[in-house]
């Protein structure tokens, strides 16, 4: 069974930066296509990025392209979110999902992390 762990959530200034990671286990990452979801108070849940499995295509949702960056490193077995110039609104809790299909955009995927918290102060 495949389990996905967020680490990186917490409290950042407005215009500050975060790395959150997700590490896999029971299955290898090299098989699966990530993504980042966020869902803020209030909110449904959005796709922000995400990377296949196959030539580490990524996407990203227009809100953070450009700030964010998706990026995995299989040999370790952990895929990682780089947050730049966060902003307030980017506050929310920020889940981890895998697929094994070749997908980098939103999708149904069929693991999901428990989620990690990101506040940014203005």
């Known amino acids: 069974q495949v389990q996905l762990v967020e680490s990186g959530g917490g409290l950042v200034q407005a215009g500050g930066s975060l790395t959150l990671s997700c590490a896999i286990s029971?299955?290898?990452?090299?098989?699966?296509?990530m993504a980042w979801f966020r869902q803020a108070p209030g909110k449904e849940r959005e796709f922000i990025a995400g990377?296949?499995?196959?030539?580490?295509?990524?996407g990203y949702a227009d809100s953070v392209k450009g700030r964010f960056t998706i990026s995995r490193d299989n040999a370790a077995d952990t895929v990682y979110l780089q947050m730049n110039s966060l902003k307030p609104e980017d506050t929310a809790v920020y889940y981890c999902?895998?697929?094994?299909?070749?997908?980098?955009?939103?999708?149904?995927?069929?693991?999901w992390g428990q989620g990690t918290q990101v506040t940014v102060t203005s």
């Open positions: 990377i296949s499995w196959s030539r580490s295509i990524t």
């Open positions: 029971g299955g290898a990452l090299s098989l699966h296509s």
């Open positions: 999902a895998a697929t094994i299909r070749n997908i980098w955009y939103d999708s149904a995927y069929d693991y």
